[in-house]
Nanobody, 124 residues
Framework: QVQLVESGGGLVQAGGSLRLSCAAS????????VGWFRQAPGKEREFVAT????????TYADFVKGRHTISRDNAKNTVYLQMNSLKPEDTAVYYC?????????????????WGQGTQVTVSS
């Protein structure tokens, strides 16, 4: 079983950067695919980025491509989302999720475990 804890959220000005972390328990985490999702008030949860177990395959939503980078450090049981050039519309609660298959998915149903989320607020 895997437990996920997100951190790194906070308040940042437009154009600034944040690095979100998804820390996991369990030594099998390195074999899991991981995704980042976000949910703004009044909106559906939407896909942000995903990474395979090896880190060799990544996928990004169009609205973050070129600004954000997903990576993982399996020795630390941690997946990161480096967010640069942040915009006010990036304001949301960000969640990480893990899939036992080792693949990343662009839809919520592909994942087995979810964290509680971390708030990101971008001011203009």
């Amino acid at each position: 079983q895997v437990q996920l804890v997100e951190s790194g959220g906070g308040l940042v000005q437009a154009g600034g950067s944040l690095r979100l972390s998804c820390a996991a328990s369990g030594r099998t985490f390195s074999t899991y695919g991981v995704g980042w999702f976000r949910q703004a008030p009044g909106k559906e949860r939407e896909f942000v980025a995903t990474i395979s177990w090896s880190g060799g395959s990544t996928t990004y939503a169009d609205f973050v491509k070129g600004r954000h980078t997903i990576s993982r450090d399996n020795a630390k049981n941690t997946v990161y989302l480096q967010m640069n050039s942040l915009k006010p519309e990036d304001t949301a609660v960000y969640y990480c999720a893990a899939a036992r298959t080792g693949s990343g998915y662009t839809y919520s149903g592909g994942y087995d475990y979810w964290g509680q989320g971390t708030q990101v607020t971008v001011s203009s």
